[in-house]
């Protein structure tokens, strides 16, 4: 089981040599924004963790260390940017190593490997400065989880990328339940990493440049089954970005969580897949064939729009900045250098088209998606399909309740008007708006939010008694003590036998009103 889940990051059992890539001819598109990087530890103490470096059992709150990448400003400041040593110097501390020296950073950890080319790469130059001072204006949230045991900063190069066009990013290590080690792609693996990132969203609304009302999740491999299962289980995910993400290889160990509903996977999902892994791959390496055609997630999504997408010159390492600059290349399989750069651009400007339309609400970039290639090179790097939503969940007052709020809770009755063309067998239950009412009208901050329910809901229901003493009620609040004993008599006349309104009344007459 474990070998299934680990060989699309770490076999190469065939006769390897290292690439020659760089960031340089990697040439991603930059947007218009500086970008910023920090790197802290925060600290969940809701659970346990043990340092496994220390070889000690004593206990402590579980270290939550995290990557930052943000637009900044950088107007004042005299700063170099950071460079790929910059990155890796972050290992120590996420291996629990803190005071390795940099000598040992290409030996130390499995997934670098100490080469001639991969010390070059140390000292390339990154598009990122450390602490720098961030711009003020609020941005989406791109929550980034990574592959198996792996590093927050895996996939710098798109995580810069896409701070550089206006998203904050977040990442933390892929971690164990109880210390760093994972126990071998385990469902209980999965859920500890899905805590990891629902810790971050937390992270996120400390933000004051975080748009919390626009989250995305994006995972590379092993990090793609904790963010599905987070979608599935947190409404507050607006898009979900897989990277080969093991929710294709391991279906069934998704389906083993109980938070797993296809229903509750509702917003727009991309999953960007490899390339076909040869025949003399998939027998040396014990992979079932119908790994290179099965996409049970994406062929079983039905309430959402979601696109699929195959590399035809990506092999799994490919996926993420660590994998295309340090991997060995395994030359069964892999392509030149110059199509693995190619293509890994390519990943980067779909998922940052994916981010902007859903995020951003971006039309034009939402056309990309599903349009015909009008560049023949893509078409000859990529395969691309989508469906749209079949299925849609009914449509209830929850449902209308956020788009009301959406709207400053104005224009009601034309909401209203809307939503039952769109589903005519919707109605609101009189309760309903009766509860609300009362809750927003008592709320100190806006309460006149709660009188526009009630003008709606009695728009609704005219006759109801019940309606306009609440609303008499929400005026009383506001001591706008006229329209509360207009409303008060209103509901009176239509029954007599109300009692709160006849006691209203005779207060507001001792009060001369």
């Known amino acids: 089981m474990r070998k299934l889940v680990l060989l699309f990051i770490l076999s190469f059992s065939g006769t390897i040599i290292f690439a020659q890539t760089s960031l340089k001819e990697i040439d991603l598109p930059y947007g218009p924004y500086a970008i910023g990087y920090d ?286 600059l340090f991997g060995p290349a395994d030359i069964r399989q892999d392509k030149s250098d110059q199509k693995a750069m190619a293509s890994y651009r390519l990943l980067a400007m779909y998922t940052l088209r994916f981010l902007k339309g859903y995020l951003y609400q971006d039309q034009q970039a939402l056309a990309t998606l599903d349009s015909s290639w009008t560049d023949t090179s893509e078409a000859l790097l990529v395969r691309k399909q989508s469906k749209k939503a079949r299925e849609t969940r009914g449509f209830d007052f929850r449902h209308f309740h956020d788009l009301a709020q959406a709207q400053g809770y104005s224009r009601l009755s034309d909401l209203y008007d809307h939503v039952q063309k769109a589903h005519p067998s919707f109605t609101i239950a009189e309760h309903q708006l009766n509860t609300l009412g009362l809750y927003l009208s008592f709320q100190p901050d806006a309460p006149e939010r709660g009188i526009a329910i009630f003008d709606f809901a009695i728009s609704l229901y005219p006759n109801s008694a019940n309606l306009l003493d609440s609303l008499a009620e929400a005026y009383l609040f506001q001591k706008d003590y006229a329209k509360a004993q207009e409303y008060f008599k209103k509901s009176l006349g239509l029954n007599a036998q109300n009692q709160n309104a006849k006691k209203r009344i005779q207060q507001l007459r001792q009060k001369g009103f």
């Open 39 to 324: 790197h802290y530890t925060a600290v969940d103490s809701t659970r346990q963790y043990q340092i496994a470096n220390q070889s000690t059992h004593q206990m402590q709150y579980r270290s939550i260390p995290i990557s930052k990448w943000y637009p900044a400003d950088m107007s004042r400041s005299k700063k170099a940017p950071l460079k790929i040593l910059n990155y890796l110097e972050v290992l120590k501390e996420e291996e629990e190593w803190p005071y390795l020296p940099n000598v040992f950073l290409l030996d130390w950890f499995p997934y670098l490997h100490n080469t001639p080319e991969n010390k070059k790469h140390m000292e390339e130059q990154v598009t990122a400065f450390a602490k720098a001072p961030a711009l003020a204006t609020p941005f989406p949230v791109v929550i980034y989880s990574p592959s198996y045991q792996a590093t927050s900063i895996e996939n710098f190069a798109l995580c810069e990328l896409l701070a550089s066009h206006g998203f904050i990013v977040l990442s933390s290590p892929s971690r164990g339940a109880n210390n760093k080690g994972m126990e071998g792609a385990t469902a209980k693996d999965v859920h500890t990493q899905s805590r990891d990132v629902e810790f971050l969203l937390k992270e996120a609304a400390g933000l004051a440049q975080a748009n919390t009302k626009a989250i995305g999740l994006m995972g590379y491999s092993f990090g793609g089954l904790a963010n599905t299962i987070l979608a599935m289980k947190n409404n507050s995910i607006k898009a979900v970005v897989s990277l080969d993400g093991t929710e294709r290889y391991r279906y069934e160990l998704l389906k083993q969580s109980p938070f797993f509903k296809l229903e509750r996977l509702e917003v727009p999902y991309i999953h960007f897949a490899q390339k076909d892994i040869p025949e003399v791959v998939l027998k040396s390496d014990q992979i079932p064939p119908e790994l290179n055609y099965n996409f049970s997630l994406y062929d079983s999504l039905t309430h959402n729009q979601a696109y699929r997408y195959k590399f035809n010159d990506l092999t799994h390492r490919h996926f993420s900045s660590f994998g295309l």
